[in-house]
């Protein structure tokens, strides 16, 4: 039975390090297309949230290192399909729409909705997945992340563009 439980935990041990792996590809990926949907964006709104959201993205790799520290591991990505497609569709949504409009801070907006959600999601199973483990301080961390999505969201229900 004790082998078992302990094959379970090694089985969500490495489950969590996977998730985590594709979660910081995901991050630094992320890094780079708000970069470009600041320059893509319009609205002086929609910009000021992109630039929120990238001063976020930054302290959330930074996190994710410290995880990875926690963890006695090398920070080190793996690639997240789920993640590639949302790429995928914000390119679809500019090369759809003209530069410098409102129907391109819209797809920019929606696209970020997208990611956002997508990002809460992942934050919310790892935490689960650490406080199953007893990870307290690596949970701590995972909350702050979980929190900044959250107010981006906000943000976007707020003054989407």
């Known amino acids: 039975m004790q082998e078992m439980a302990a094959k379970q935990e090694d089985d969500l ?27 893509e964006a319009f609205s002086i709104n929609l910009k000021n949230t992109i630039e929120i959201h990238q001063l976020q993205t930054r ?6 290192e410290q995880v990875f ?3 006695e591991l090398k920070p080190e990505g793996r690639f997240c399909e789920a ?18 409009t ?9 696209c970020l909705l ?7 999601a992942t934050y919310t199973m790892l935490i689960h997945m650490a ?3 007893g990870w307290h301080a690596i949970v701590d961390l995972l909350h702050q992340n979980l929190a ?7 943000e976007l229900d707020r003054r989407p563009y």
């Not at 949302?86 to 759809?96: E, I, P």
């Not at 409102?102 to 929606?110: E, K, L, W, Y």
């Not at 900044?148 to 906000?154: A, G, M, N, R």
């Open 59 to 64: 302290r959330h790799i930074q996190r994710l």
């Open 13 to 39: 041990m490495l489950f969590f390090n996977n998730a985590l792996k594709k979660m910081y590809w995901a991050e630094k990926n992320i890094e780079r297309l708000l970069d470009q949907m600041h320059v």
């Open 131 to 133: 406080q199953a483990i």
């Open 114 to 120: 997208k990611i956002t959600h997508y990002e809460m």
């Open 83 to 100: 993640l590639k497609g949302l790429l995928n569709d914000a390119m679809v949504g500019f090369s759809d729409t003209v530069r410098k």
């Open 148 to 154: 900044e999505e959250k107010e981006i969201v906000t």
């Open 69 to 71: 520290k926690e963890r």
């Open 102 to 110: 409102r129907i391109r801070d819209v797809a920019i907006s929606t």
